[in-house]
C-alpha cells in the first residue's frame, strides 16, 4: 500500500512541478520579454500585460509552495519525499524541453489569442486568421528596430 501511495504521489509531484514550473518559465523567459521587445515597437496599446503576467507568476509560485508547505506538514515522512522526487522528476522534463520556451509559433499564437485585446486593432484584423504571418511581421519589425539601434 505505500508503494501505490508513494507512486500516487510522485505522479502528483511531476504533475504540479511540470504545470507550475513550466509556465513560471514561460512567463519569465518568453511572455514577459516579448511583451517589452512589442512595447518597444509600439505594437501593443496598453502596458496591463506585463502586471497580469507578474500576477499569474505569483499564483504559480504560490501553488507550488501551497502544495510543498501542505505536503511537509501533514506527510512528511515518506509522501513528501514521494513529492520531492515528483518535483524532480518534472523539472527534469522541463529542462529537456528548454528550448520550447522561447519565441516559436505555438507560444506566439497562444500569447497572441491571450493578449489580443492588447494589440492594435488594425493588426488584430489583418492578422487574425494568419497567426504567423503576424510572426514574420513582428519578427522583421523587432529586426528593423534592432538595425536601426
Known amino acids: 500500500m505505500t508503494f501505490i501511495i508513494a507512486t500516487i504521489v510522485i505522479i502528483l509531484g511531476v504533475i ?27 505594437l501593443l496599446k496598453s502596458n496591463h500585460i506585463i502586471r497580469n503576467y507578474v500576477i499569474k507568476l505569483f499564483i504559480q509560485l504560490i501553488i507550488l509552495f501551497m502544495t510543498t508547505i501542505f505536503f ?20 527534469l522534463s ?35 486568421n494568419d497567426r504567423n504571418k503576424l510572426l514574420e511581421f513582428i519578427v522583421a519589425a523587432l529586426k528593423g528596430k534592432v538595425d536601426k539601434a
Not at 26 to 40: C, G, Q, V, W
Not at 72 to 91: D, H, P, T
Open 72 to 91: 511537509y506538514i501533514n506527510f512528511l515522512n515518506g509522501a513528501f519525499i514521494s513529492l520531492m522526487i515528483g518535483y524532480a522528476f518534472g523539472v
Open 94 to 128: 522541463i529542462i529537456t524541453k528548454i528550448k520550447e520556451f522561447g519565441l516559436n509559433a505555438n507560444n506566439f499564437s497562444d500569447y497572441f489569442e491571450i493578449n489580443k485585446v492588447y494589440f492594435w486593432e488594425e493588426l488584430v484584423a489583418k492578422y487574425n
Open 16 to 42: 504540479i512541478s511540470s504545470f507550475t514550473i513550466s509556465n513560471i518559465a514561460l512567463i519569465i523567459f518568453f511572455a514577459i520579454p516579448f511583451t517589452r521587445k512589442l512595447e518597444k515597437i509600439y
